[in-house]
């Protein structure tokens, strides 16, 4: 077997690669970019020939629809039909990690939703990805910039790992901040918001916001057509390769006696000494540094040959909703 030729570069955010950035994504080419929730593949939204190699690059199916990233709220209107809810959550959330489905106008190209009659669509906070949506001034469609089932890149070196052998172009923003994909609400009908994926945007926020209750979907819905509403909540999605089985909570009993070549994730540092293979996602147990480090903490885990990673769920409800989906998703079966 010939080596993988790697052909990508990482790009500082600087005018004049961010300008360089913007004409390659002219051309109908991919450029992998920093957001606040994971880095994303994008595309120029609205050329399906762009599109179609996002679903290359990344060996993602057909029927799995990418979320399309906006810079002001004049694009959503060009893409989608809003209501009085999107427009409130809008307010709210926009710019962040806070995804809406709504009724797609024709414009957006079918290979974007998966044939589906809605598409799903952000405006993204990172400050690099805002100006480089600025200087496209057309919309990005882009999902997760890892190859189709595996976790989701925080760094541009993670890209660089998944997908360095099949893109060019690497837009290097730092770790990302918030480090889980967004949350995805299904808005169309808006006297029944049904919350798609749990995200940073919790789903308390979401309901103080329209002021009612939002659903929650069961996961792996599928359509008459065979694409998936809501292909996210896939039971398999976001996994290593290393075997993860999830704990309630990890006592010091569990891993103290653990087998050498297996691996505990806790939530929170232990008091006591541990042992080499005990990790941990935030010293002090706060939610929002789990979820920063939580993909990053996998792929290391997963890199480091172990049998089996133990992973311990995060305690209580609001952020720990998202967190806990993740590592559920890590470690259930295919
Ligand atoms: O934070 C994020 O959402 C990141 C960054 C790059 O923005 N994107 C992301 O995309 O995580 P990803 O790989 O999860 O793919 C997009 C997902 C689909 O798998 C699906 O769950 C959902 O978005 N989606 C897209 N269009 C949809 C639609 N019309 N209806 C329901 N769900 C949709
Ligand atoms: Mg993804």
Redesign the pocket.
Known sequence: MTPTRRIARIFRGTPRNLARLAQALARGELVAVP?E????LAADALSPRACRRIFRAKGRPNS????V?IHEWRQLELLAEPNAAARRLAAAFWPG?L?L?LRKKPVVPAIV?AG?P???V?M?RHPLLRRLLKLCGRPLA???ANPFGYV?PTTAEHVRLGLGAKIRYILDGGAAPIGL??T?V?VRNPRIPRL??PGAITREQLEHVLGGRVAVARRSTTTRRGAQ?????LKRHYSPHTPVVLHETAAPADWLSARPDEAWLLIMKPKRTTPPTVFWLDARGNLRGVARRLFSQLRKLDAAGYRRIHAELAPGGGLAEAINDRLRRAAAAS
């Open positions: 957001t929730t994971v880095y994303g799995d629809p990418l979320i990233h990690p995804t489905v939703t589906l809605s598409v799903a952000r993204p882009a999902p997760s989701s994909e967004s995805i299904d798609l994926r509403l809501a292909p996210g909540l």
